[in-house]
């Protein structure tokens, strides 16, 4: 597997995650009638922040994918950093579903994509800082 198959792989892992999580809150404004906000359900207020919060981290998650494969990361680099954000945007929709939006994926998940933000921060500025220019 390439090094931009890889990333493909969890671009369009992601992309399945959005679309269940987009289908929750879709499905949650049909059985509770609402058009436009929350209309004070906490279900879908959770629901709709779950999505949010998964629109606000991929691109940056999935723009790193991009970036250190074009820097010639390891490919095993690659899915690390892949897999730990795809399971933490799982984690934390899993723990947003619960009773109060409190469960424990919450917390996990959201640690697991501060830390794939890190990791992909720092891989890139040593592959930045050693890439030997010809």
Same mark, same amino acid.
């Given at each position: ?9 969890? !671009? &369009? ?25 929350? *209309?004070?359900? &906490?279900?879908?207020? &959770?629901?709709?922040?779950? %999505? ?21 990361? %390891?490919?095993?680099?690659? %899915? !690390?950093?892949?897999?730990?954000? @795809? ?7 899993? *723990? ?20 794939? @933000? ?7 500025? @040593?592959?930045? @800082?050693?890439?030997?220019? !010809?």
């Amino acid at each position: 597997m390439t090094t931009f198959q890889i990333v493909a792989l969890y !671009v &369009a892992l992601n992309s399945i995650l959005v679309c269940v999580l987009m289908l929750r809150v879709g499905s949650q404004r049909l059985g509770k009638k609402v058009s436009l906000g929350d *209309g004070g359900d &906490a279900d879908l207020f &959770a629901r709709i922040r779950a %999505h949010g919060n998964f629109i606000e981290t991929a691109p940056l998650a999935l723009i790193g994918l991009f970036a250190l494969a074009m820097m010639g990361a %390891h490919p095993i680099a690659l %899915h !690390v950093f892949g897999a730990a954000f @795809f399971i933490g945007r799982l984690l934390h929709a899993q *723990g947003m579903a619960t009773k109060g939006g409190n469960g424990t994926g919450r917390g996990l998940g959201a640690m697991l994509t501060l830390l794939t @933000f890190l990791g992909q921060a720092f891989y890139l500025l @040593f592959l930045i @800082f050693t890439f030997a220019s !010809v």
